[in-house]
């Protein structure tokens, strides 16, 4: 059985950081691609920051900025945030999606305020 169990988040101020974990059980990374999603007030779920083994991908908004990176031993993901805005609040779900297959799933989701 799959689990994404997320922590960290919080309230910051602009300009400082912030780093989120996700916790896999039931997941091999080398089975499953593992990204970062995240949903403003009133906005559609987008695309944050996928796992590649070249450096990772991101949207434009949060490039040179955040850093998504993963520990093997702990099968924990990770989202580092630097230099955060207020246009960063929202809530950060994990997502693992498997390679071979239709299987989705998503983390309880971490709620990251950043105040101006």
């Known amino acids: 059985q799959v689990q994404l169990v997320q922590s960290g988040g919080g309230l910051v101020q602009a300009g400082g950081s912030l780093r989120l974990s996700c916790a896999a059980s039931g997941v091999t990374f080398s089975t499953y691609t593992m990204g970062w999603f995240r949903q403003a007030p009133g906005k559609e779920r987008e695309f944050v920051a996928l796992f590649t083994w070249n450096g990772g991908k991101y949207a434009d908004s949060v490039k040179g900025r955040f850093t998504i990176f993963r520990d093997n031993a702990k099968n924990t993901v990770y989202l580092q945030m630097n230099s955060l805005k207020p246009e960063d609040t929202a809530v950060y779900y994990c997502?693992?999606?498997?390679?071979?297959?239709?299987?989705?799933?998503w983390g309880q989701g971490t709620q990251v305020t950043v105040s101006s």
């Open positions: 997502n693992a999606k498997a390679i071979l297959t239709t299987a989705d799933y």
